[in-house]
């Protein structure tokens, strides 16, 4: 079992950045593909972006390919999702999962992930 805290969220302008950390414990996240996804309100959870154990293999959603970058240091047991040129639609609670062993082409299912943060929210003004 992992346990996920992520961090980094907070209030920025359009056109600002922000870099969400999510870092584990218990166990080794080598082991684990890793995501991330945000939620709305009254919107369903949706995928953001996943890495593959290696950090190899990226998926992004459309909606923010070119703008937000996930990325992985298994040293520090740590994932981070850098996100440029922000949006006020990127507004959300966003969340960090870990998937056992996963399948990486599966990434992009939220049902595929064992493990979940309790997340971090990001508001974007306009």
């Known amino acids: 079992q992992v346990q996920l805290v992520e961090s980094g969220g907070g209030l920025v302008q359009a056109g600002g950045s922000l870099r969400l950390s999510c870092a584990a414990s218990g166990r080794t996240i080598g082991d684990y593909v890793m995501g991330w996804f945000r939620q709305a309100p009254g919107k369903e959870r949706e995928f953001v972006a996943a890495?593959?154990?290696?950090?190899?293999?990226?998926y992004y959603a459309d909606s923010v390919k070119g703008r937000f970058t996930i990325s992985r240091d298994n040293a520090k047991n740590t994932i981070y999702l850098q996100m440029n040129s922000l949006k006020p639609e990127d507004t959300a609670h966003y969340y960090c999962a870990a998937d056992y062993l996963g399948v990486p082409t599966q990434a992009r299912n939220e049902r595929t992930y064992d493990y979940w943060g309790q997340g971090t929210q990001v508001t974007v003004s306009s």
């Open positions: 890495i593959s154990r290696s950090g190899v293999t990226i």
